[in-house]
Structure formats: structure tokens, C-alpha cells
């Protein structure tokens, strides 16, 4: 929807724009009228049919705009705009032409490059034909040559302008991702003080979480995930843990109906917070499927084995990795990380990969907690 609004935004920009030029062409053409022998009312009768024009355009973008939001209709009717009016001359001052050569800067606007130059390249074929045109009416051949070689320095300055656009929305969008991650950062920070003494899990889990996740999803290329977005969704599974009722968390036995369904209310939580914000879609997703099976027996959705984000079945089996292997209140003894695993591997809940991956991950941490061991008995022994 927005899309649409912002395309309607574009499109009637580009009209007005035309609308613009035709009556500061008005204007001159009354001042000539004084000047020069010209009928005053011929030049009011021109701008009359030229304003029914351009309300015509202007209502029938309206229409199609707010129906398809194809951002190629307006390119055509600004097109056809700016050629009728290069070729009926209504104010008789054949300066208005030259508005003609501002379409590329005008379409330079909509920020499509596909647009952009599929529209530079039929303006390009109407300008030639233009040429043509004048040529036939015996004009004068620099002023014909001039025609062209102004439609292709407007195609280089729109092509400018399009860059340049571009690189400012980029640099613009950039700022707000970096605004929006700050703030969410600040807002889940501020309750991690909370999670902690309700829990009495310690803060530091969300770093080894962030760290572990980013090294299994470094084995899956496909799904690519930086270091903020596992920071992240770490963090925001530690406060997610706000959803449930202190008392959950001491529980040791089965919990109720309604003491499940309330922890099943914590996958929501990644869209309570994130909200609509483009640039966390994938966190969110991904948060909200974590609890997922294989078996299609896990919630919120029940989703079976090939609909389960990859993502989200990381983030589920180093949850569920986390919480077997370090101390829980509801829990006396934790598990080692070969006995985790192999309770993973019994439940058969994860895609094999996923396993695969975390397994692969641990052994690799093991290798190099030996060898880092090893580097510091060298060093104390030298």
C-alpha cells in the first residue's frame, strides 16, 4: 500500500511538473502578445485545451496508479505531454519545445533504473522523430542538430540526476537501518537487568548465543546472517523470556494448558517489538518460527520440515543446546555438551544439517580450547 501511495506520489510529481512549465509558458506567451502581433485569445484558447490536457493526464494517472501502481504509465503520459506540446506549440513561442528535453530529468525522479532507461531510450527515438519533423518544416539545420544533441545531454544529466538519487536514498536508508538498530538495541537493553533477576540467568548467555549461531549459520551459505542479526535475535530471545510469569521459571514439573500456552506467546514477541521494520524481517521470522518441528508437532504454526526457516532451527537448537548444558533453576545438574547433543539427537526435531552443523561447531571450539590451552602451558613452561 504504501508502495502504491509513493508511486501515486511520483507519478502526479511528474504531471505537475509538465503542468508547471506550460503555465510559466503561458505567461510569457501573454507578455508576447503585447509585444509581438499575436491574438490574445488564440494563446488563452491554447492554454485552455493545453489545461484540459494535462487535468485528462492528470485524472486518468490517478486511476491507473491507484489500481496496478505502474510507475510506467506516467512515463508515458508525461512522454506524450511533452511531445504534444513540442508539436502544437499552443502559445506560438516554440521555446516550450524545449521543455520537451526535460523528460529524462523528470523520469530521473521515479528512482527505477530499469524504468529509467527503457523510457531514455524511447524518449531518444521520439526526439529523433522530432528532428525529422522540424527538418521537414525546412528548419534551419544547426537548430535541428541542436534539438538532438540536447536530448542526449538531458539523458546524460538525468542519468546524473538518477545516480545521484540513488546513492542519496542509499546513504539515507543506511542512516535510518543504523537508527532503527540503535533504538531497538537500547529498548531490549533496558530490560536485560529485569530478565536476569526474574530468571536468574546471567546476561552473558546472549553473547555466547550471538557467538554460536553466527558460527552454525556460517556452514549454511544460503542463508546468510551478520554478526547484528545473530547479536540480535539473541538478544531478543533472552527478553523475550518477559512474556512468562516469574514462577514458570522455578517450575519443575509439566506445565498446564495455560501455563504452555502463555510461553508460547514469547515467539510473538520479535514482532511486538520489531514491528513492520523492513531491515528485522528476517530476524523476525526467524524468531517467530524458532519452536518449530521437523514433525510439524511445534507451535506457533505447526510448520513441517521444508517450511521451517533454516535460520529459526539454528536459533531453536542452540536454545535448546544452551539450556541443557548450563545450570536452570527448575534443573540440578547440567548436561555435558556430548550428552545435549545426544538428546538432540533423539527428539528428532531439527533438520539433520542443522545438527550436523551445530556438532561440527562444537567440535571445533573444543579443538581450539585444546590448542589455546596448549599455547598457554608452552608459555608458562618457557
Request: include cysteine; charge should be neutral; proline fraction near 2%.
Amino acid at each position: 500500500m504504501v508502495d502504491i501511495q509513493m508511486k501515486n506520489h511520483i507519478g502526479t510529481l511528474s504531471i505537475v511538473i509538465v503542468g508547471v512549465l506550460v503555465s510559466l509558458e503561458f505567461i510569457l506567451g501573454l507578455l508576447n502578445s503585447f509585444i509581438i502581433d499575436i491574438s490574445l485569445l488564440s494563446i488563452v484558447i491554447g492554454f485552455l485545451i493545453s489545461l484540459m490536457v494535462i487535468v485528462t493526464c492528470y485524472l486518468l494517472l490517478k486511476v491507473v496508479i491507484s489500481k496496478k501502481g505502474n510507475l510506467d504509465i506516467a512515463a508515458l503520459l508525461c512522454l506524450l505531454l511533452l511531445f504534444y506540446f513540442a508539436l502544437y506549440d499552443p502559445f506560438h513561442n516554440s521555446s516550450l519545445g524545449f521543455g520537451f528535453l526535460f523528460y529524462p530529468i523528470i523520469i530521473s525522479l521515479f528512482g527505477n533504473r530499469t524504468l529509467f532507461f527503457r523510457w531514455s531510450t524511447i524518449y531518444l527515438v521520439s526526439t529523433v522523430i522530432l528532428v525529422f519533423y522540424l527538418y521537414s518544416l525546412s528548419t534551419d539545420l544547426v537548430s535541428v542538430a541542436s534539438v538532438l544533441l540536447y536530448g542526449l545531454g538531458s539523458i546524460l544529466l538525468g542519468s546524473l540526476m538518477f545516480e545521484s538519487n540513488k546513492i542519496y536514498n542509499e546513504s539515507r536508508k543506511n542512516l535510518d537501518k543504523k537508527k532503527n538498530q540503535h533504538h531497538v538495541l537500547n529498548l531490549l537493553h533496558s530490560f536485560v537487568p529485569v530478565i536476569e533477576r526474574k530468571t536468574q540467568i546471567n546476561r552473558n548467555e546472549i553473547v555466547i548465543m550471538s557467538n554460536l549461531i553466527k558460527r552454525v549459520m556460517d556452514n549454511f551459505p544460503n542463508e546468510r546472517v551478520d554478526e547484528a542479526e545473530a547479536y540480535l535475535i539473541s538478544l531478543l530471545h533472552f527478553v523475550s523470556r518477559i512474556k512468562c510469569p516469574d514462577y514458570i521459571f522455578d517450575k519443575d514439573g509439566r506445565l498446564t494448558t495455560y501455563e504452555f500456552n502463555l510461553v508460547q506467546e514469547h515467539c510473538m514477541f520479535g514482532k511486538d517489538i520489531l514491528g513492520d521494520i523492513e531491515e528485522f524481517e528476517k530476524v523476525k521470522i526467524a524468531f517467530l518460527h524458532h519452536h518449530e518441528k521437523i514433525n510439524g508437532k511445534g507451535y506457533p504454526h505447526r510448520l513441517r520440515e521444508g517450511d521451517i526457516p533454516i535460520f529459526s532451527q539454528v536459533l531453536g537448537i542452540v536454545e535448546a543446546y544452551l539450556a541443557m548444558t548450563n545450570p536452570r533453576a527448575y534443573r540440578e545438574d547440567a548436561l555435558t555438551p556430548a550428552l545435549a547433543i545426544s538428546e538432540i539427537l533423539k527428539e528428532k526435531i531439527y533438520d539433520s544439517c542443522v545438527v550436523e552443523a551445530l556438532t561440527l561447531v562444537l567440535r571445533l571450539n573444543e579443538t581450539e580450547k585444546q590448542i589455546s590451552i596448549s599455547s598457554d602451558r608452552n608459555a608458562n613452561s618457557a
